[in-house]
């Protein structure tokens, strides 16, 4: 058999996906599992989205386009970080991508050379190190401590920037955890990086509008007018207009960057679905979009309190408080060393097995994110089986020994 490029021993198999997989499975065998896996809303696209989308393909919007998308959509993204995000980007700044993740991903293509270190605090969403790794970079982790809600500090940051430095990866509202920075908090890790001209920023702020409690969001870029140069800003339709599958994501930065990023991308994918680019700018510049996003955050933020409350009522569990996103991310590191049934219990993955096998509740292990004595519970799924899915593990608790 022929080898594979030595590039795949750098992608480790998803932990995640092993564990829905065997949750899938169970389902498909008639198993009533509650699952708390999903990393995606489990609301609908907005209609009015849907019925763009419908009248592209019928205006015939079914051909190619330039890659960086077409001008309206590029115009609808720049006016949406000016008007919403205080971020003077011009269409030059913008490029669209297939989704947050590509659009990752070609950036760090686009930046690092061999030896780059990335700089990402922890937790962290699990394709932020094995994307660096495709590109060359070295991913460093830095440890958030549940104490800080998972929040690092500038002192943190500043003693993990080295001379190899050339990523930092901040993404606030946060999953796995649900932690979101205050703007105060940011512009502290702000004043550290305008230090360092030569460290580029990653700002995943795609769980922006999914923001609870009346903490105020702040984009990195504003936090210090150095910052414009300095920083990506990374952002997409799939959670907060619930178009995963639709796969539209954007970057805004400095024209250098993106015209690089055009350049990649014109020898991968050359663009996004021409159909999906008139409703991702109609989704952004209508006020039903705005209307969409607040009931859909209105409900995400009953359900983080209600999951939360639930959590921490579970007899030797902790739980940081989710500001943000759609998932909770409790401490189960008291249960470690105990047996369910015949399982040992040794860390997340073993317990999210036992959890699954004994409990039929799925829940994604916090290993692949840094933690392995963290589970990642979603709350993308209705109060009736959050309380369902809880009352089951509260009993699996019981009965570990
Ligand atoms: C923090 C974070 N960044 C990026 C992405 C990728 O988003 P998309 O589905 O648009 O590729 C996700 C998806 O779960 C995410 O959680």
Redesign the pocket.
């Known amino acids: 058999m022929f080898s594979l490029a030595d590039r795949m021993n750098l992608v480790s198999e998803s932990i995640t996906l092993k564990v829905s997989a065997k949750a899938a499975a169970l389902k498909k065998a008639g198993v009533d599992v509650v699952g708390f896996g999903a ?1 995606e809303p489990d609301f609908d696209t907005p209609s009015f989205i849907k019925e763009a989308a419908k009248a592209a393909l019928d205006k015939g919007q079914t051909k190619y386009t330039p890659t960086p998308s077409i001008p309206e959509l590029k115009q609808a993204i720049a006016d949406k970080f000016n008007r919403e995000n205080g971020l003077p980007y011009k269409p030059e700044n913008i490029t669209v991508g297939a ?4 659009c ?1 991903y070609m950036a760090f293509m686009a930046i690092l050379n061999p030896g780059d270190e990335v700089l990402i605090p922890a937790p962290y ?1 699990v ?1 932020y190190p094995d994307q660096a790794k495709l590109a060359g970079g070295v991913p460093k982790i830095i440890k958030g401590e549940e104490k800080n809600g998972f929040k690092i500090t500038p002192d943190q940051l500043e003693k993990a920037i080295t001379p190899k430095t050339k990523v930092f990866i901040i ?1 606030s509202p ?2 796995p955890a649900g932690h979101a920075y205050t703007p105060e908090e940011l512009k502290g890790l702000a004043d550290v990086i305008t230090k360092h001209p030569n460290v580029v920023v990653f700002s ?1 702020e ?2 922006e509008k999914l923001i609870y409690d009346g903490l105020k969001f702040a984009s990195f870029a504003t936090l210090n007018p150095k910052l414009i140069e300095q920083t990506l800003t ?1 952002n ?1 339709h ?2 907060s207009f619930a178009m ?1 599958g639709w ?1 539209v ?1 954007y970057i805004g930065g400095p024209k250098h960057v993106i015209d690089a990023i055009n350049k990649l991308n014109s020898q991968m994918t050359s663009h996004i679905t021409s159909f999906c680019q008139m409703p991702a700018a109609l989704a952004l510049n209508d006020p039903r979009g705005a209307e969409s996003i607040a009931q859909m955050r209105e409900q995400f933020e009953k359900r983080a309190h209600h999951m939360h409350k639930r959590l921490t009522a579970l007899p030797k569990v902790t739980c940081v408080k989710p500001m943000g ?1 759609f998932y909770c991310f409790p401490n189960i590191g008291a249960y470690i060393g105990k047996k369910a049934g015949d399982t040992q219990i040794t860390d997340a993955v073993s317990f999210s097995a036992a959890l699954l096998e004994q409990a039929h509740v799925a829940v994604v292990p916090g290993n692949d994110s840094g933690f392995d004595d963290h589970v990642r519970l979603s709350f993308a799924t209705s109060m009736e089986q959050i309380d369902k899915g809880l009352d089951r593990v509260a009993e699996f608790l019981k009965k570990l020994g």
């Open positions: 990393g989704g947050g993740k590509h990752l969403w394709s993404n946060s999953n995943d795609i769980y990374f997409c799939s959670k995963t796969r994501g996103a």
